[in-house]
């Protein structure tokens, strides 16, 4: 389990970060009434491009996956993953708005969202929110 309120991205600047969510296509859980209704999630149909083969969708509550960009270039390169889509830069700041947006059980850092933001940016990303720093009590 990620603890995401200490700074894992703190390795060294050059190193690339990867924070993943798993998808899934159990939507029943998220439709209004059920148990999961309230999560913070981003939808995906498989005919947006980004290769997914059924309706899905990326609960941000729950702990992402927190590895370096080189294990997942491993990973590729031994077979055991493959590259299906690229997610859009309108869909990558949609995560990001529904990350910023809502209060979750699995709360994300204001400084891994600044450090999220930041990558955004770097891509051309624009019309991001700002994330302030936590008031010290």
Not at 18 to 45: A, D, I, M, S, W
Request: hydrophobic content about 30%; proline content about 4%; some cysteine.
């Amino acid at each position: 389990m990620a603890n995401l309120t200490e700074d894992p991205l703190e390795t060294n600047d050059d190193m690339v970060i990867l924070l993943t969510h798993t998808t899934t296509t159990q939507l029943h859980y998220y439709e209004e009434g059920n148990e999961r209704c309230f999560h913070p999630y981003v939808r995906f149909k498989p005919n947006e491009g980004f290769g997914f083969v059924a309706e899905c969708l990326i609960d941000l509550s729950l702990d992402p996956d927190i590895q370096s960009k080189t294990f997942w270039d491993d990973l590729e390169s031994k077979g055991e993953i493959e590259e299906k889509g690229r997610i859009s830069k309108a869909k990558l700041k949609q995560i990001y708005c529904t990350l910023c947006s809502h209060r979750s059980s699995m709360e994300y850092s204001p400084i891994i969202k600044r450090k999220i933001r930041a990558s955004l940016v770097s891509l051309g990303i624009k019309d991001l929110p700002v994330v302030e720093k936590r008031k010290k009590k």
